[in-house]
């Protein structure tokens, strides 16, 4: 199986930083995409930012130029780095990876429990 913990969310003026971390663990074989997805109250869940074991990265049109995705593949685990927060980054955010493991062996999709953050204006 394969476990994620975020970590990072929290609250902070528009306009501040923020940078969230996700770390999978668990009998991981390999893991393809990381990325990381959003969820505001009474809207459905959005692709934020992702990145691929290669190093490609993708990026919703909202968030271009002010968030970077970046990984750590040897201690697997996504970063993202949050600037120019606007009120509208208002949500949970849920890390997302598509990966490989001891019990299953073909490519799955795991998500993070979420973290909030919210944006003051």
């Known amino acids: 199986q394969v476990q994620l913990v975020e970590s990072g969310g929290g609250l902070v003026q528009a306009g501040g930083s923020l940078r969230l971390s996700c770390a999978a663990s668990?009998?991981?074989?390999?893991?393809?995409?990381m990325g990381w997805y959003r969820q505001a109250p009474e809207k459905q869940r959005e692709s934020v930012a992702n990145?691929?074991?290669?190093?490609?990265?993708n990026y919703a049109g909202s968030v271009w130029g002010r968030f970077t995705i970046s990984r750590d593949n040897a201690k697997n685990t996504v970063y993202l780095q949050m600037n120019s927060l606007k009120p509208e980054d208002t949500a949970v955010y849920y890390c997302?990876?598509?990966?490989?493991?001891?019990?299953?062996?073909?490519?799955?999709?795991?998500w993070g429990q979420g973290t909030q953050v919210t944006v003051s204006s």
């Open positions: 997302h990876v598509i990966a490989t493991s001891r019990e299953f062996p073909t490519w799955g999709n795991y």
């Open positions: 990145i691929t074991s290669g190093g490609s990265r």
């Open positions: 668990g009998s991981i074989f390999s893991i393809n995409v």
